[in-house]
């Protein structure tokens, strides 16, 4: 329980013993650096329970306050704000507690307990991973593992899109253009291999839409009769029915871009514990509308096709099955879903990161498990995000200008290497040592600056920008943690003792105040599915120990129980903002 728990809990006491009154929230705010205190309570809002002048409420409560709650020292009031000045036996004792636990504010899940399913990445398998996807990974993953710090078990799954006519149009291309050459002939990786061939197979048709209407078609015409198009259509009929051999080279071309995709998952850093599979999945609904059509929660048009009308839900008419009894992609996300539960019963809930253009399709989607009676449909959630752009704008994929994640990946890296040779902070140290910390410095910076933005705006990514030393950044962080590591190796001396009965400096006090929120951070963050919170909240940590580093003497101290317990103190800060950056997917090096 942190001081505020203890506050809201003796303020309601108060007013039950005061005023026979019921009180059912207390507002806390910081108090502001002109006036006393560590914490402040608003009592406006308690007006309306307690008609009153609010200075005198306030000068009741305080007093209140200081007679029953031990970690209340004394208190002031202005105008309506009851500043209280906490003790500092409170965060002696609270930072006692917190330092016997390694992992403090991480939960683990009970047995028993729902877990969280959470689809991050989903792919197409006929191109690379690009600079959506990085979002879209690392905020998966990071929810991920916030809600299991939070203390609930959690699986990381993906859908891997590998079925379809745009997976056929980079296999048509290779056969035609593609001379036999493999990943292990180009030295290329496999997706990137594929992808070029979706790059082709658009040189190719745009060209031949051009002929086409020079030879007097209408554009529209031209794009629907172009040769090479009608040939990958074609192409899907013949995957669909199971031709040998084109079923031969989708298997190996989707290989070629699986061991492609897990490099680069490997290097950013992200895992799954389950894959489903598109080509698995597509039919899976199919059942499921037969058994809705029966309830009479879909309904048949006189053409075949199936349909599900929410207009009573302010929606539209959504199609689950067309003319030809072939599914929609509102098909597969009904079995998958009904799917992954049957896989994993103790799912309670599923989250979806999903960019923001297919916020309508979730909605409806929820909507429609709902209507068959699926309970768990209550817990399903869409992580929508915005956009990432680069200062140079949106780059479309089609047209071969896709900002390619390990391209990107590699550039951060890079750049962080340029600086530190510039600064010339690693000299002496071995060219391994060098690149596994140029290597944590790049990504932590590409990392932090995705995820310290709320999930739901649109983001401007400058990878210069995100390697900043002195700002808010993924490094300025790292530099912290690494400060406190340089603290601990310069200690030689034992720092074990639990101090309990030292005055704090006010940097400290500060400090531990930040320290504390960590645990409720985590609970937020999770309930909220926002890495932003904990990247933010690392931030504000750092930059606290920042100046406290600089306005505070620690291994100089000569109070032998003030040195020990600053010592403790930023070992206590480093392993928070390493627990902190974990949750993000960050590693932090020992020195840079």
């Not at 002109?34 to 200075?55: H, S, Y």
């Not at 074609?234 to 699986?258: F, S």
Request: charged share 25%.
């Amino acid at each position: 329980m942190n001081i505020q728990d203890v506050l809201t809990k003796k303020v309601k006491e108060a007013f039950e013993t005061l005023y026979n009154a019921t009180l059912n929230t207390v507002e806390f705010q910081a108090t502001r650096k002109d006036f006393e205190g560590d914490i402040t309570v608003v009592v406006f809002p308690m007006l309306r329970v307690k008609k009153m002048n609010p200075a005198q409420l306030g000068q009741e409560l305080g007093q209140y306050l200081v007679e029953n709650v031990a970690a209340v020292n004394r208190f002031n009031v202005v105008k309506g704000f009851l500043n209280l000045v906490i003790d500092d036996s409170y965060y002696l004792n609270f930072f006692a507690e917190a330092n016997k636990n390694d992992a403090f504010g991480h939960e683990t899940s009970k047995a028993g307990d729902k877990a969280v399913m959470v689809e991050y990445s989903s792919p197409n398998t006929n191109k690379p991973l690009h600079l959506g996807h990085i979002r879209n990974n690392l905020l998966g993953y990071s929810v991920a593992e916030i809600i299991k710090a939070s203390g609930k078990k959690v699986y990381k799954t993906q859908i891997i899109n590998d079925r379809g006519i745009h997976i056929c149009k980079s296999m048509l291309a290779w056969q035609r253009f593609g001379n036999g050459e493999t990943p292990q002939s180009t030295g290329l990786k496999g997706d990137k291999l594929v992808g070029n061939y979706y790059v082709a197979f658009d040189k190719a048709y745009k060209a031949e839409i051009a002929q086409l209407i020079a030879e007097g078609k209408t554009e529209d015409d031209a794009k629907k009769e172009a040769p090479i198009l009608l040939e990958a259509q074609e192409m899907l009929r013949k995957w669909e029915a199971g031709d040998e051999e084109i079923v031969a080279l989708w298997k190996q071309m989707n290989q070629w871009v699986y061991d492609g995709f897990a490099e680069t998952y490997t290097n950013l850093g992200v895992d799954f514990d389950a894959l489903y599979y598109e080509s698995d999945t597509y039919l899976l609904g199919k059942d499921f509308v037969k058994e809705g059509l029966v309830s009479g929660v879909f309904y048949m048009k006189d053409d075949g096709s199936v349909w599900c009308d929410l207009t009573e839900e302010g929606l539209d008419e959504k199609i689950v099955l067309r003319s030809d009894g072939t599914a929609v992609y509102m098909t597969q996300d009904i079995g998958t879903a009904i799917q992954r539960v049957k896989d994993y019963p103790d799912i309670g809930g599923m989250i979806y990161t999903v960019g923001n253009e297919q916020d309508y399709h979730f909605k409806v989607l929820f909507l429609i498990l709902k209507k068959l009676g699926f309970e768990w449909s209550k817990n399903l959630h869409h992580l929508s995000y915005g956009m990432v752009d680069l200062p140079s704008g949106k780059m479309k994929s089609r047209e071969g200008t896709v900002v390619d994640a390990d391209d990107l990946m590699q550039e951060m890296v890079d750049t962080a290497k340029q600086i530190a040779n510039e600064k010339g902070k690693l000299d002496g140290y071995s060219e391994e040592e060098k690149n596994s910390i140029h290597n944590k410095i790049g990504l932590g910076a590409l990392k932090y600056q995705m995820l310290k933005v709320d999930p739901k705006k649109r983001i401007l990514f400058d990878p210069e920008d995100s390697i900043d030393f002195n700002g808010d950044s993924g490094p300025f962080i790292q530099m912290m943690y690494v400060r406190t590591r340089a603290i601990l190796r310069k200690a030689n001396f034992d720092y074990s003792e639990v101090i309990t009965n030292i005055e704090l400096h006010e940097k400290e006090k500060e400090l531990l105040k930040v320290l504390e929120n960590y645990p409720t951070v985590i609970q937020t963050a999770a309930s909220n599915q926002s890495p932003a919170l904990i990247a933010n909240y690392a931030f504000d940590l750092s930059k606290e120990f920042s100046s406290y580093y600089q306005m505070v003497s620690i291994l100089g101290e000569t109070d032998k129980a003030k040195k020990v317990f600053r010592v403790q103190l930023s070992k206590k800060i480093g392993d928070t903002i390493k627990l902190a950056f974990g949750l993000l997917g960050i590693q932090v090096p020992e020195r840079m």
